[in-house]
C-alpha cells in the first residue's frame, strides 16, 4: 500500500520564476494539507484541501495556490519565487481530517 | 493562538540509555491531543505516537512512551534504549481544526 508520493524531490529555481509541486495521497484519504518546513523550524500550515476545494488556509500570501483533482491528488503553486521560498515543502493525507500520513517532501531551492 | 513549545534545540544521548525530549502546549481546549513525529534527514515526517487528552493511561508505543501531565500541560517523549538510528529531529505536534501545529523540533543525536 503506497504512501504519500510526492514529486519533485528536489527543484532548483531562479527568483521570479514559477514551481509547480505535486503530491499523491495515501490510499483511502481524501484530504491533502501542505506544510512549508524553513531551514531549523518546525512545519508551517500553508493549506488544506477536500472535495477539490480550499477548506482552510494559513498565513501566507496569494503567490501560494492549490488544487486537488478528482483523484484526490493535489499540487501546490507558488509564484513570483522569492529567496525565502526555499524550504522544504510537505504533504499530509488524511480522511476526513485524521490520521495524517506525510511524504518526503520536495526540497525547493530559490536562487 | 495555540502554540506548541519544544525547549530543547539539541540533546545527545548514549545508545542504549533512555532519553526525554520535552513538549508544551498553550491551549484553553478541553479536547485535544498530541502527536509526536521523527523527521530523519531524508525529510519525511514519520509518525511514532499519539496522546489524546481523554486518555487515562500515557501512551506507550513500542521503545517510545509518553509522559503526559495535564495540570504542566506537558506531553514529553521518553525513547528507551536509544538506537544509533534514533539520531533525527523530533517534533511534537497538536491538531486544531484539521490542521497541525508544531513545535520547533528537537534534534536528537544519539552517541556509540
Known amino acids: 500500500d503506497a504512501g504519500v508520493t510526492q514529486s519533485p524531490t528536489h527543484l532548483i529555481k531562479t527568483r521570479g520564476q514559477q514551481v509547480t509541486l505535486r503530491c499523491s495521497p495515501k490510499?483511502?484519504?481524501?484530504?491533502v494539507s501542505w506544510y512549508q518546513q524553513a531551514l531549523g523550524q518546525g512545519p508551517q500550515f500553508i493549506f488544506q484541501y477536500y472535495e477539490e476545494e480550499e477548506r482552510q488556509r494559513g498565513n501566507f500570501p496569494d503567490r501560494f495556490s492549490g488544487h486537488q483533482f478528482p483523484n484526490y491528488s493535489s499540487e501546490l503553486n507558488v509564484n513570483a519565487l522569492l529567496l525565502g521560498d526555499s524550504a522544504l515543502y510537505l504533504c499530509?493525507?488524511?480522511?476526513?481530517?485524521?490520521?495524517?500520513?506525510f511524504g518526503s517532501g520536495t526540497r525547493l531551492t530559490v536562487v | 493562538a495555540q502554540k506548541i513549545t519544544q525547549t530543547q534545540p539539541g540533546m545527545f544521548v548514549q545508545e542504549k540509555e533512555a532519553v526525554t525530549l520535552d513538549c508544551t502546549y498553550d491551549?484553553?481546549?478541553?479536547?485535544?491531543?498530541l502527536f509526536w513525529y521523527k523527521q530523519p534527514s531524508s525529510g519525511e515526517m514519520i509518525f511514532l505516537i499519539y496522546?489524546?487528552?481523554?486518555?487515562?493511561q500515557n501512551a506507550t508505543e513500542g521503545r517510545y512512551s509518553l509522559n503526559f501531565q495535564k495540570a504542566r500541560k506537558s506531553a514529553n517523549l521518553v525513547i528507551s534504549a536509544s538506537q544509533l538510528g534514533d539520531s533525527a529531529m523530533y517534533f511534537c505536534a497538536a491538531p486544531r481544526g484539521g490542521k497541525l501545529i508544531f513545535g520547533q523540533g528537537t534534534e536528537l543525536s544519539v552517541k556509540p
Open positions: 499530509a493525507s488524511s480522511y476526513t481530517g485524521y490520521g495524517y500520513t
Open positions: 490510499s483511502g484519504h481524501d484530504t
Open positions: 496522546q489524546g487528552s481523554y486518555d487515562q
Open positions: 491551549t484553553s481546549d478541553p479536547s485535544y491531543g
